[in-house]
């Protein structure tokens, strides 16, 4: 439930952070989470200077793909609402299923069926987001692209559970993101400094709530539980992220991106819901 919670910050303070570019609050909020987890994890730091050889391209990738994460889905918010962006980046439980084998699990026939639903909703949201304007539809793949690079980025820091303490991991895969999203940033032509003191304050809510305490929780989990089992507990985070947008900035949810992301969810929850609960038993 602290994941949950600390998780649906991150859109209200990506919006708070406007005007700020896309690019640079997903570069400042994982730089600052980066000092948080490295910081928080001082005393295990010597770690990463004894990874294995065999290991050091996956903590790379780890934090290429949470920079492309971010990237990604921060700018869908520019082009589509909260409540749509988050359900569609919320169907990382369906690509961690797709990833799973790479790790050994199985997708079952059940959960089959609730990708099969959830992409009914998808394209519902699209639907809908094709009638208001095509800007929106970009947003959607953005936030699409973000599923699937979270969802890469969970079943990499569960195949390095054992390779490394998880804060200084996560310290690293953040810094590394912060390095590529910089460059990205300068390669764009969008400032990092001299921004809105209003923006660095929602970059820091972000990393501290949503990155430092929400995800590090997430990433903790993965390390016991199956990966999409964990994705499907940020199945609220649609809900608190909406809420919170539209008590803070009068956002009301379209109707297509409420109906389409509950059939998005529902789908998910009929797709994973039992196995989770098998898995607990």
Do not use: K
Request: aromatic share 6%; proline share 6%.
């Amino acid at each position: 439930m602290l994941a949950i919670c600390a998780v649906s910050t991150g859109a209200p303070f990506a919006r708070w952070a406007a005007p700020a570019p896309p690019i640079a609050i997903a570069a400042l909020r994982v730089a600052i989470a980066s000092v948080l987890l490295l910081g928080a994890g001082w005393r295990e730091l010597g770690s990463l200077g004894r990874i294995a050889p065999r290991d050091r391209p996956l903590v790379v990738l780890s934090g290429v793909l949470l920079a492309v994460h971010f990237g990604s889905w921060i700018a869908s918010l520019s082009f589509t609402s909260t409540a749509a962006s988050v359900a569609l980046v919320c169907t990382n439980p369906i690509f961690a299923a797709l990833f799973g084998p790479l790790l050994g699990d199985r997708v079952s026939p059940r959960e089959v069926l609730g990708i099969a639903i959830a992409g009914a909703g998808c394209a519902v949201l699209a639907g809908g987001d094709w009638h208001a304007g095509g800007d929106a539809l970009i947003g959607d793949g953005l936030a699409l692209v973000g599923a699937a690079s979270a969802a890469a980025y969970l079943v990499v820091g569960r195949r390095l559970r054992s390779a490394l303490p998880l804060l200084p991991y996560l310290g690293a895969a953040n810094a590394i993101a912060a390095i590529a999203l910089v460059i990205a940033a300068v390669a764009l032509g969008a400032p990092i400094t001299g921004l809105p003191a209003q923006s660095y304050v929602a970059c820091a809510g972000a990393a501290l709530f949503a990155s430092f305490i929400g995800h590090s929780l997430l990433n903790a989990a993965v390390r016991t539980t199956p990966t999409h089992l964990v994705a499907l507990a940020v199945l609220g985070e649609p809900i608190g992220s909406s809420l919170i947008t539209w008590v803070a900035f009068g956002e009301q949810p379209p109707v297509h991106a409420a109906l389409g992301g509950a059939v998005v969810l529902g789908g998910i929850a009929i797709g994973f819901v039992r196995r989770q609960a098998g898995a607990a038993a």
